[in-house]
């Protein structure tokens, strides 16, 4: 079955900095990669995904970019703020398959 | 718009005792429904997920149950709680394979 990892466990950026949080995958038949933001004590919320028939997806301050070859996918944060503290989670599954795997969760500390 | 509800919101219950948590959505007809368990500090845990009534798959064999009685109601259930059994419970609801959307969470404390 599918299996992700997720890294690093812990970043810790100066606000105003770039962060960057790296997955990879086992299944080379995973079509569906979403990332998920948890702030402390809340619901995680889906804040981008992108389909492997698409290389990078950006939405304002943050993007994904996929590499289908090398079965890894990843997160760009970029002008950091405060507010982007939070544990991030990364996810794979194929479309037809209800098993959407998770990584172990990144928590990112923005420094102000 | 589509909503998802989960009730309680915490719940603090001793070893052995009985257990009902209960997820309703609305806004979408004939939803994908799952269960997942949080331990402090964790992932997310698949525990159960539904494609339609009555339909049920286990992710983990333990002593938790889960039943859907009607299209937008999830149920988890457990005849007896064990310490194990602490942690943030969430329902989620997918329109088919694809992203999951949380509700609110169940923040259970086994004593």
């Known amino acids: 079955g599918e299996n992700v990892e997720q890294h690093p466990s812990t970043l810790s950026v100066q606000e105003g900095d770039s962060a960057v949080i790296k997955c990879t995958y086992s299944?080379?038949?995973?079509?569906?990669f979403p990332w998920y933001k948890q702030e402390l004590g809340k619901r995680p919320q889906l804040i981008i995904d992108?389909?492997?028939?698409?290389g990078e997806k950006k939405d304002q301050r943050i993007a994904v970019t996929l590499n289908k070859t090398a079965k890894h996918f990843s997160l760009h944060i970029t002008e950091t703020q405060p507010e982007d503290s939070a544990v991030y989670f990364c996810a794979a599954s194929l479309d037809s398959s209800y098993k959407l795997i998770f990584g172990s969760g990144t928590r990112l500390l923005v420094r102000p | 718009s589509q909503t998802i509800h989960q009730w309680p919101a915490t719940l603090v219950q001793p070893v052995g005792s009985p257990l009902s948590l209960e997820c309703t959505v609305e806004?979408?007809?004939?939803?994908?429904l799952y269960w997942y368990r949080q331990a402090a500090g964790r992932g997310l845990q698949l525990l159960f997920y539904?494609?339609?009534?009555?339909?049920i798959s286990s992710e983990v064999p333990q002593n938790l149950s889960a039943s859907r009685p009607q299209d937008r109601q999830f149920i988890l259930s457990s005849k007896k709680l064990l310490l194990s059994d602490s942690g943030f419970y969430l329902c989620?609801?997918?329109?088919?394979?694809?992203?999951?959307?949380f509700g609110p969470g169940t923040r259970l404390t086994v004593l």
């Open positions: 299944d080379s038949a995973s079509n569906y």
């Open positions: 539904s494609v339609g009534i009555g339909q």
């Open positions: 992108i389909r492997s028939n698409v």
């Open positions: 806004g979408t007809s004939n939803p994908n």
């Open positions: 989620a609801w997918s329109p088919g394979g694809e992203g999951r959307y």
